[in-house]
Each structure stands twice: as structure tokens, then as C-alpha cells.
């Protein structure tokens, strides 16, 4: 799963091929001429969040809750080369004070994954990939709205390294991805970071994340069950001020751990069960979030 970032939400996957399921960040892959369609619900809520280093919580907000409805698709173009795509619906709201959450379509998104190289010996096999991916805003949506904003509404341009080792049903994953960032544009001609700008147009820091997983399958391959961890580290960026609201070029990092589950209890009709839960650790302007994803998956061939 691509994991949401808290302030500004990236988009979430968790597709479901060949009894597993297919994100930008994972080794798995469907077969050629396969498709995998799924829908997925995340509800991401917290109540206190960081201010630069400073851990707080805000009576004008309260509660902030962030609802994500996401349909997306997976397909094989050969058995080693997959395509994404997902475009989220996201709703925003606050148990207190009078800021009015907003709700609307956010940001389409698009990767291309490849299997580079595999490695096999025995039960065991090392394998590593590469993803190109790219994510732009769906609507016009006002960005400058942190934290109840859709998104960050730049153009994201991004490129990851997986490996992955797997014996017997156990494996291990790590990846990490580099994005590139466009500007994004204010409904204001004048704004203050650490200086004066006369422009509408905020400059995006870039930004790395990074992941890690340990997971298992069932013999029967019905059932998979993983732990994970996930981060982001801006590469650039300010704290938030004091007393201040957010701003779509904030320095925003994370570090969350969480797992996940997928079952399939009707083995052969293509369909399928996700759940996933993650829990923000440690964090510098965002908030301490709590997200839970649950959805369904299902899969035909499209040609052989």
C-alpha cells in the first residue's frame, strides 16, 4: 500500500491479484492480461499533532477526521510489467471550532512496475523491481486549506527500488521511493515561510519514503498476513510557526508501524478481503493519526 500521508493525503492502494495484493511498493504482480478492480475505505483520525518538534493538540480543530473512498485497477501487460492507476474521493471534518471540512475528488494516480532482475535457489528467491509512477490533481481543489485540504495540488513525479526475499511462505520486503514535486498554486498573491513571496505559486519540496514488511502466507494461500512499517522525510521545507496553520510546503515527516490482512473466502472466484490498520509514531508537522483501511478486491483474466 502506498500509505497516507497525514496533512497532505497521498493516494492509498491495495490491490488484490493472484491472492495477494498489488501496490506501487510491493513485489507482487498480476499475470498477463489479468485485471484486478478494488475498493477500499480508509478512515484516518487524530487529535494531536506535532508543530514543528512541539507535540500538541489544537481546541480549534479537536478531532480531525479524513475519509477516503478509492477505486483503482491493476493489470498485466506482461508477467513483468504491471500497470496502476487510482482516483480517490477524500471527505474532511472537525469535531470542534468553526473551520468547515471539504470534500471532493483529489489527485489521479498512475504508476508503471517492472521485475528487473530474480534470483531463485531452492524454496528461496531474491527479487528486485522498479516503479515509475505519477500523480496529478483531479480537481481544483484549494491546497492552501491545511489540514482539512484534499491534498497538496502539485504534479508528484516518483521512482522506487524494491527487493524482496521470500522462503517457503515468509518474506521480507524493503523500498523506498524518491518525488519529484511540481508547484502548487495559493488563491493569494502574498505569503510568508521564512520570507516574503509575491507570487501565488508555492515551491514543493521534493521528498523521500521509505518502507519496510515482514509477511506470511497460509499454505492453503487463502490467507496473508503482514507487518509493516512506513515513513516519509521531506526533503526541504519549514516548520509550522506557532500558533500558526499549516502550509503546503511545510517540512512533513512521519515514521508509522502497523499490518495488515488479506482472505479470500471463496478460493477461485477472484474475490477478496483487505484490512490494514497503521499508527504514526513519530512525526514533525503532522498529525499523530490512527488509519484504518478496509475493502474488496476482484479479479478476471482480460485475455490470455
Known sequence: MKYLKLWAPAI????SLNLSAQTPSDAIYMDKGQICLAALYTHDTWDEYWEGTLKRDNGNIGTLTRQTVMPMFALGITERINVIAGL?????????????????IQDAGLWIKAKALEFKSGESALTLHATA???????????????????????????????????????????SGYHLRGNTTI???????TQDYYTD???????????????????????????LMDGLQTLGGFD??????????????????????????LSGTGLGIIASGGYVVAGRNMGQSLVLTGGVTYQFNIWH
Open 187 to 193: 488563491e493569494r498573491d502574498y505569503y510568508y515561510t
Open 201 to 227: 505559486e508555492v515551491d514543493m519540496p521534493n521528498a523521500l519514503d521509505y518502507g519496510a514488511a515482514l509477511g506470511w502466507w497460509n499454505p492453503a494461500g487463502t490467507l496473508k498476513a503482514e507487518l
Open 133 to 175: 509512477g505519477l500523480t496529478v490533481p483531479a480537481s481544483n481543489y484549494l491546497a492552501d486549506y491545511m489540514p482539512f485540504s484534499l491534498g497538496l495540488g502539485c504534479v508528484d513525479g516518483s521512482l522506487r527500488a524494491i527487493v524482496q526475499y521470500q522462503w517457503k511462505g515468509w518474506y521480507a520486503r524493503a523500498q
Open 240 to 265: 509550522i510557526r506557532r500558533q500558526d496553520a499549516p502550509f503546503p510546503s511545510n517540512k512533513m515527516n512521519f515514521t508509522r508501524l502497523g499490518a495488515g490482512v488479506q482472505y479470500y473466502p
Open 12 to 15: 492509498a492502494l491495495a490491490l
Open 88 to 104: 480517490p474521493w477524500v471527505r474532511t471534518s472537525a469535531s470542534a471550532g468553526q473551520m468547515t471540512g471539504v470534500s471532493g
